[in-house]
């Protein structure tokens, strides 16, 4: 080729790789989630949307002179004037509220006792001890709840038997107010081991240094669990305070197991009692998709509030 030729080649560009590549990196963990936000999609959003659709729906009659018909038509929020106005729904909702008073801070109280108890430098069987305070939780709520309520029944509780023999006369478990106390004491059986297991876990990850430095200073046992550990753990303790709240309000399987047994319970003892009835047996659906709404938004603004006020104590004490 001459010296003085010019080349008249076009030098072939490199295709836009890392474009592609930067596409597919952002790609990538969308299409590993998709699964779980389809499923979450169709088991939370999809009927929590169906229900808010429901509670502005309910039944009119059409039609004059004896021969109406009845038919689903929007009410607008009827449903939710009747919800308010429903005195055996605010009734249950006041005995859920007393239910509560006794239970959570039983169950915490307990969890947090045995918590500090195994994480006690010399006990002794800590893996048995842990075990068999955590296996009640594996027991359903409905097998648990016939399990005492056997142990309630006038008919076949030991205590009662015991009660006859000493001539204290027969113990009525289902009377009030002692029938908060039993339901409580179900939820105590269960419960206690689930948030221990929390609240001890938190307590495993707390450095050992911290404990030393406390012992070479002096401090007992006690102070150090007083003083140090329950400081630590508090995160854990508003953890599990807040599903005892959430578990509250959505009181349900205790009161109904119970229910066949004892007259005391009636049909809307709880309000999902009274929600379940609404749908089921008086065919009522608007009105029972406006009890769920109220009492998901009661269960969210609790949720909130509860945190908020933590988060404003912590931020409060860190300042």
């Known amino acids: 080729m001459p010296a003085n030729a010019v080349s008249t ?73 009747a919800v308010f106005t429903d005195h055996e729904y605010l009734a249950g ?3 859920v509220l ?16 045995f918590a500090l108890l195994l994480d006690t430098p010399r006990v002794r069987a800590r893996s048995f001890a842990r075990t068999a305070i955590f296996l009640p939780y594996a027991v359903p709520g409905v097998i648990a709840s016939l399990l005492w309520g056997f142990f309630y029944l006038p008919s076949t509780s030991p205590l009662n038997y015991i009660a006859e023999r000493l001539h204290t006369g027969p113990l009525d478990f289902f009377s009030y107010p002692a029938l908060y106390f039993s339901l ?16 001890y876990t938190s307590l495993r990850a707390i450095p050992t240094s911290i404990y030393e ?17 329950i ?3 508090a995160p854990a303790l508003v953890l599990t305070g807040l599903f005892s709240v959430i578990g509250t309000l959505q009181l349900y ?28 047996m008086n065919d009522n659906l608007g009105g029972a998709a406006a009890a769920s ?7 969210l603004v609790v949720s909130l509030l509860l945190l908020r006020f933590f988060q404003h104590r912590a931020f409060g004490d860190n300042s």
């Open 213 to 229: 430095a406390a012992r070479i200073d002096g401090a007992s046992e006690l102070q150090i669990a007083v003083r140090i550990k």
């Open 9 to 81: 080649s076009v030098p072939v560009s490199d295709p836009p790789i890392r474009h592609r590549t930067r596409n597919r990196t952002s790609l990538t963990p969308w299409l590993f989630a998709a699964p779980a936000l389809g499923l979450f999609a169709l088991f939370l959003v999809v009927p929590i949307g169906y229900a808010i659709y429901l509670s502005f729906r309910g039944y009119r009659i059409e039609g004059g002179g004896g021969f109406g018909r009845r038919v689903e038509t929007f009410i607008g929020f009827d449903n939710y004037q």
């Open 93 to 95: 909702l006041g005995r």
């Open 231 to 233: 400081p630590l753990v």
């Open 98 to 113: 007393v239910y509560g008073v006794i239970a959570i801070p039983s169950v915490l109280g307990l969890a947090l006792m």
């Open 184 to 199: 409580a004491n179900i939820a105590l059986w269960s419960g206690v081991g689930f948030n221990m297991v929390i609240i």
């Open 293 to 299: 709404v109220v009492l998901a938004l009661g269960i």
């Open 253 to 280: 399987s205790e009161p109904a197991t119970l229910r066949p047994i004892t007259t005391t319970v009636s049909s809307t003892w709880v309000p999902l009692m009274k929600i379940y009835q609404e749908a089921f």
